[in-house]
């Protein structure tokens, strides 16, 4: 089946910009997470969607970061007025069950270079 | 959640076994051990889990001491493909955002 799918997979903006990356998550999972991954670092988490309940947005970096999910699939991560420091690779993940864990590891997509000039 | 220290880099030759420790001391008795593996431009994929003992499949061996404070990552005769960043996780289940650390860069040369 279908993995999990994200887009743009490159997308190059001016700074102070809006931009808008999305993540088609894995037909029946209920749980969606982002992540950012700057260059050479590890996954730094910005916001987690289990089912229906109110989101973890404990993650983002500030205000100008936000992230819906319509529908319990599709889920959309917006950058407002974006800045250099912005610049980063989005990464989409979702899982079956609820965090990650226990049988049910979490399956990524390839991610999304946002390139902020 | 319970905190995972790795190495940050190992180099390995090809042909030979790597083992990858991870120490993960406030471990709680519901966490499991979950083990993903990352190439350049790709996002992390998902490699082994366990909860105590030893687990294997077609790809790695994990192994995790009666205590559960730490786990090894076990590759076997290892290949230049297998160059890549290797993260350990620990929870459990529930409701609850997913941390990766800095995870551990494994270089095979020839």
């Known amino acids: 089946g279908a993995g999990v799918s994200q887009s743009p997979s490159n997308k190059v903006t001016e700074k102070g910009k809006d931009v808008e990356l999305r993540c088609d998550p894995i037909s029946g999972h209920t749980a969606l997470y982002w992540y950012r991954q700057s260059l050479g670092q590890g996954l730094e988490f910005l916001i987690y969607?289990?089912?229906?309940?109110?989101?973890?947005k404990s993650g983002l970096p500030s205000d100008r970061f936000s992230a819906e999910r319509t529908g319990g699939s599709v889920s959309t991560l917006t950058i407002q007025r974006t800045q250099q420091e912005d610049s980063a690779v989005y990464l989409c993940?979702?899982?079956?069950?609820?965090?990650?864990?226990?049988?049910?590891?979490?399956?990524f997509g390839n991610g999304t270079r946002l390139t902020v000039t | 959640l319970a905190k995972t220290t790795q190495p940050i880099s190992m180099d390995s030759y090809e042909g030979q076994e790597v083992n990858i420790t991870c120490s993960h001391n406030n471990i709680a008795t519901n966490d499991y051990i979950t083990w993903y593996q990352q190439f350049p431009s790709q996002g992390p994929r998902f490699i082994i889990q366990g909860y105590k003992t030893k687990v294997t499949n077609e790809v790695a061996s994990l192994f995790i001491p009666a205590d559960r404070k730490s786990s090894t990552l076990s590759l076997p005769r290892v290949s230049l493909s297998d160059t890549a960043v290797y993260y350990c996780?620990?929870?459990?289940?529930?409701?609850?955002?997913?941390?990766f650390g800095a995870g551990t860069r494994l270089f095979v040369k020839a």
């Open positions: 993940a979702s899982s079956l069950a609820p965090g990650g864990q226990g049988d049910s590891p979490l399956h």
């Open positions: 969607f289990q089912g229906n309940s109110a989101p973890d």
């Open positions: 996780l620990v929870g459990g289940r529930g409701g609850f955002k997913t941390i």
